[in-house]
């Protein structure tokens, strides 16, 4: 479903260049869930911004069901990107002047929906995340982990294929991260959706197909389960 | 060093009242490494804005150095923020126009430090973080993890008697964490710091004096290092 060759994008800072991503080659399957983890600045976010066509590659390509990014005009690239693929940003990018609710829901205007199919399964997400309680609140009056819930729930809007994750448990207790490896979990086993989660937490590897080590910007080493 | 009394923080929003915090009775000695555990939304944050006189309770007290922060004017709140204290917020609050550097030293500025003396430590900071060659860098320009430990450099700006962390090394790597425990670990040991850390990270536990958990905005129970 997700094909990179020859990935790489590096910033030019001055005369400083900084190498995001040096080469990438990876090929990720429809309903595999796959871990990607590494040290701290060695290129996961950046890895996911390509993937999820939130940002260009210097050069190199992307493929998301055989079809080249690059090709995509605007329309299209918007389509996949309310319609295909579900972000839980590192951090959280909520909209600060939208409820919970409010921000659970504004993918499935993009996406068409009624208002009352939206507030119904905005909702039961959030009841999911285990903020049922919480419809109305502004990000600013949420803590921490319930705002990553937030964005968890709000991933999810329009029942996406592929949920790219960037730490989704990086701000949560020991229970609530398990809470919300299990719902990545069922979505993947019973829906079939493909999941590609940076982490740093070490509980995600026990319910990944793969894990992709990565280190300044290429991947170093790549583990199936049975080797694990 | 810090006493809290009867401790309450709600909030009211509509005819649905929050507790942040319940009656917390907390007495925290000087030298102390403190990790203050939880679920999230348990009060974690919270907590460290009242200790830290970045909010008011709406009841109960906060005594730094046997002084009700409630007493204190604006000027004198000011300086102990400044001088006494050193903030790692968890969602690193950098300004964003400035550069790691920039960032790194704004503190020094308000405490009166020279320009040489100011760059020097600055540099210094950051490179004890591992972020000396990214000096220059603006927040964007640094991946999550990276921008996690230029808060962390700040905190430090000033040389504080107090340090409160919250969730320090929750974007970090498993190495990277390790390595700012131990720097917490030894401001603690080798300088008498006295560390304040939220975390998830059951990494802290072992290089706690004491662990404080919190869970509804109650202290649930404390464990002593011979407990653990
Ligand atoms: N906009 C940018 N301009 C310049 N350099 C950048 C930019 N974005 C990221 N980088 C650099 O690219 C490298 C990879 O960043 P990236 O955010 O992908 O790391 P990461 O693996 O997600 O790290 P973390 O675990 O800390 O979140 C880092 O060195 C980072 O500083
Ligand atoms: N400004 C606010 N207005 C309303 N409620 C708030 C506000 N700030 C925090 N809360 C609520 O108070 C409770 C405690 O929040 P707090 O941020 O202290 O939790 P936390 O322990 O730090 O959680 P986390 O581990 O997720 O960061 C939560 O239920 C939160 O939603
Ligand atoms: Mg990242
Ligand atoms: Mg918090």
Chains 1, 2 share one sequence.
């Not at 290129?43 to 999820?52: A, E, R």
């Not at 693929?85 to 996406?111: D, H, K, R, S």
């Amino acid at each position: 479903i997700v094909r990179t060759r020859d990935l790489t994008k590096q910033y030019q800072l001055g005369d400083q260049t900084v190498y995001a991503l040096r080469d990438v080659k990876l090929d990720i399957r429809r309903g595999e869930y796959i871990s990607i983890m590494g040290p701290s600045g060695s290129g996961k976010s950046t890895l996911f911004n390509m993937i999820g066509g939130l940002d260009k590659p210097t050069s190199g390509t992307v493929f998301i069901d055989e079809v080249d990014m690059a090709q995509l005009d605007a329309f299209e690239l918007a389509w996949l990107r309310c319609r295909k693929i579900g972000y839980i940003f590192q951090t959280f990018n909520l909209i600060p002047v939208m409820t919970a609710l409010e921000n659970v829901t504004l993918p499935m205007i993009f996406a068409g929906m009624s208002s009352d199919e939206m507030l119904e399964k905005g909702v039961k997400l959030l009841e999911t995340v285990g903020l049922g309680e919480r419809l109305h609140h502004k990000p600013a009056q949420l803590s921490g982990g319930q705002q990553q819930r937030v964005a968890i729930a709000r991933s999810l809007a329009n029942d996406p294929a592929i949920v790219l994750a960037d730490e989704p448990t990086g701000n949560l207790d020991l229970r609530t991260g398990k809470e919300i490896i299990e719902l990545l979990r069922r979505l993947n086993k019973e829906q079939g959706v493909t999941i590609i989660s940076a982490t740093h937490d070490l509980k995600m590897i026990d319910v990944s197909d793969r894990v992709i080590w990565i280190r300044d910007g290429r991947i170093e080493r790549i583990e199936n389960r049975e080797d694990i």
